[in-house]
């Protein structure tokens, strides 16, 4: 990845802060680098560190500020896969994605 690139050829670790931020700079146009993103964290032997609700808070956001509920919702779905504890923030950013999406009735 582009943040894994820049930080190794500084030899510098990502901590879940700089994944999070990345995460959350793509909202909208770059929700697919938002998704890489997630999906790289916990890999590489703890090189990279696990995702944390702040993590699967701001992917969701990314998907649903790009008008793709769809992804926002099997995130959510998928919290327990990357051990994520859900908390108000990823509840909230499951229901805004449902708004955004008009799918209300998922948010029941």
């Not at 994944?19 to 997630?38: R, T």
């Not at 890999?43 to 808070?57: F, H, M, Y």
Request: contains cysteine; charged residues 20%; hydrophobic residues 45%.
């Amino acid at each position: 990845s582009l943040l894994g690139q820049g930080l190794a050829e500084r030899q510098l670790t990502p901590d879940v802060l700089s994944f999070n931020s990345a995460i959350s700079s793509c909202a909208g146009k770059s929700w697919e680098v938002a998704l890489d993103l997630f999906g790289q964290m916990g890999t590489q032997d703890g090189c990279i560190p696990k995702p944390d609700a702040v993590s699967l808070s701001a992917a969701m956001s990314a998907c649903a500020a790009a008008q793709r509920w769809e992804q926002a919702v099997e995130l959510f779905g998928g919290a327990q896969e990357h051990r994520v504890q859900l908390d108000v923030m990823a509840f909230s950013a499951a229901i805004g994605a449902c708004e955004k999406g008009q799918q209300s009735e998922r948010i029941a």
